[in-house]
């Protein structure tokens, strides 16, 4: 058999070699362009409750909130501006967004979150209007990447 292999031209022992690599790698280009399209699973992402660690008294910046890898503290600051309260709110770990919101009784006002540039920490700013009367919940999430941290808790503010 060895014999026949090199008594063949140069370019036919080239062409029997060559040949299954190209067969192989035109099976798989062409899985890849029949499949392309398709619809990938959604990927389900985590969800962990917080817990709150005592009362939520933002007046003196007791409110902490933890779970197994996770510390969040709420802290409320001075916004600079007359009428506008501020809550910072610092993460132990990366997050990439956080949403909060008031609760007055069935009703739930959302409030704008932004991160503070260089920083891990976040803050809120909010018209204080909105605390008369004292909304009787705060929900907070945090998004991670494949999880979402939440709490709804009754804060003091």
């Given amino acids: 058999m060895l014999n026949w292999f090199l008594g063949l ?7 029997i070699m060559v040949a299954p690599i190209l067969g192989i790698g035109g099976y798989g280009m062409m899985d890849l362009w029949v499949n392309h399209d398709k619809p990938k699973a959604p990927e ?3 969800l962990q409750a917080l817990q709150l660690q ?3 008294l933002l007046a003196t910046n007791q409110c902490k909130l933890h779970h197994e890898k996770i510390d969040v503290s709420l802290m ?11 809550i910072n709110i ?14 007055h009784g069935g009703q739930e006002q959302q409030i704008i979150v932004e991160p503070i540039p260089g920083t891990e920490t976040w803050f809120a700013e909010f018209p204080e209007t909105l605390l008369t009367p ?3 919940a705060l929900r907070i999430a ?3 990447f494949g999880r979402v ?8 503010f």
């Fill in 54 to 56: 005592g009362e939520c």
């Fill in 142 to 144: 945090l998004a991670q």
């Fill in 9 to 15: 031209s140069l370019h036919a022992r080239i062409a």
């Fill in 149 to 156: 941290s939440f709490a709804e808790f009754p804060a003091q």
């Fill in 134 to 136: 004292s909304p009787s």
């Fill in 44 to 46: 389900q992402a985590t």
């Fill in 90 to 103: 610092a993460p132990s770990i990366h997050v990439r967004g956080i949403q909060m919101s008031l609760v």
């Fill in 76 to 86: 409320r600051a001075d916004s600079g501006k007359p009428g506008i309260a501020r």
